[in-house]
C-alpha cells in the first residue's frame, strides 16, 4: 500500500509530497514538528503532544495553520490512510512561503505537512542488552526546548555516535553536566538510587515520554530529582536508560566504552519499560 501524506490541504502520494522551494521551513529552518507513536492504530499522549506543539509556535510567533481540532482529525486520517497499526506520525509547521528575507513576513500562512509510516521501535536485542552511549559538547543553540526542525547539531552529535559504535550521543554542556541525547532524554539511577534527569528547563526539550516515565516513578514510589548529574556521575551509576518516542525507554549499558552498574539492564531500567509500554497500550 503507497504512503500517503498531508500537505496544505491536500492528501497526496507520499513520493509527490513537496514543499515550495521558498518555504521558511526549507530556507531557514523556520519551523517546528512533533513525533508522535501510533499503537493500535490510535494516536499515543495526543494531548500531550499538542500542547508542546502550541509551546514551540508561541516562542517562534508562528500561527497555527488549523485549530487544534482540525488537526487531530487531519492527523486520525493519514494514519488510517496509511493502514499500518503500529509506527509513527510527523507533522511540521513551518512559517509559510515567502520571498527570502530574515524578518518575518507580513500575511504568509503557514504550511502544515503530516506524513506517518510503520515502525516497530527497537531490536529485541537492543532492549536484552542495552545501548552505548557516547559523550559529546553540546553545540546546540540555546533553547532547545523549541522543538525546532534545526537539527543540525543533533544530526552531528548522532553521526559521531554511530561512527564512535554507539547507539546515541548524549551531550555535555560548558558546566560539565549532560542535558540530553541528540534525540532522546538521560535518565540514570544515581548510586545512592535516586533517579535523576535533567530538568525541564530552556536547555532541554520537555520529553513526552520523559515527563510520562517520571510520573510513573513517582506512582511507584522511587526517590525521583530532576536535576543536572556530570559525566562522572553517569559513570557511576546503577542504571541507564534513554527515553523518546521512538525507544519508549531503552536500557544503556554502556557510556564512553565503560559500563554502567553490572553492565546489563537494571531493574528499575526494565521496570519503568514494561510499565510506559503497558501505559501506551491503554
Known amino acids: 500500500m503507497p504512503r500517503v501524506t498531508y500537505v496544505n490541504g491536500t492528501y497526496v502520494p507520499h513520493h509527490e509530497a513537496t514543499v515550495h522551494v521558498e518555504d521558511r521551513g526549507y530556507q531557514f529552518a523556520d519551523a517546528v514538528y512533533e513525533v508522535l507513536a501510533v499503537i493500535g492504530g490510535r494516536l499515543c499522549h495526543l494531548d500531550q503532544h499538542l500542547d508542546r506543539l502550541e509551546h514551540s509556535l508561541s516562542a ?21 490512510l496509511n493502514r499500518f497499526t503500529d509506527g509513527m506520525l510527523y507533522l511540521q509547521i513551518s512559517r509559510g512561503v515567502a520571498p527570502r528575507n530574515h524578518t ?26 542495552g545501548v552505548a552511549v557516547t559523550t559529546l559538547p553540546d553545540q546546540r543553540w540555546k533553547r532547545p526546548d523549541i522543538k525546532t ?10 553521526q559521531s555516535a554511530k561512527e564512535a559504535g554507539a547507539y546515541e550521543a548524549w551531550l555535555v554542556n560548558g558546566s560539565g553536566f549532560i542535558t540530553e541525547g541528540s534525540a532522546t532524554n538521560a535518565f540514570i539511577v544515581a548510586r545512592d538510587g535516586t533517579l535523576l534527569t535533567h530538568p525541564a528547563d530552556t536547555g532541554v526539550l520537555s520529553g513526552v515520554t520523559r515527563g510520562n516515565v517520571l510520573a510513573l516513578a513517582r506512582h511507584l514510589g522511587l526517590d525521583v530529582a530532576e536535576r543536572a548529574f556530570t559525566v562522572a556521575e553517569a ?15 531503552l536500557p544503556v549499558t554502556r557510556i564512553d566504552g565503560k559500563p554502567v552498574g553490572e553492565g546489563r539492564p537494571g531493574p528499575v531500567t526494565m521496570n519503568l519499560r514494561t510499565l510506559y509500554q503497558e501505559l501506551r497500550r491503554k
Open 60 to 80: 517562534l510567533s508562528i500561527g497555527a495553520p488549523v485549530s487544534r481540532r482540525v488537526l487531530s482529525l487531519i492527523m486520525a486520517r493519514v494514519v488510517r
Open 104 to 129: 518575518f513576513p507580513a500575511d504568509t500562512l503557514p504550511s502544515l505537512v503530516v506524513s506517518a509510516w510503520p515502525h516497530n521501535g527497537p531490536s529485541a536485542e537492543q532492549v536484552e542488552q
Open 149 to 158: 526542525v534545526g537539527l543540525l547539531p543533533n544530526v552531528l552529535a548522532r
Open 235 to 249: 559513570l557511576t551509576a546503577r542504571e541507564a536508560f534513554l527515553t523518546g518516542t521512538t525507544v519508549t525507554v
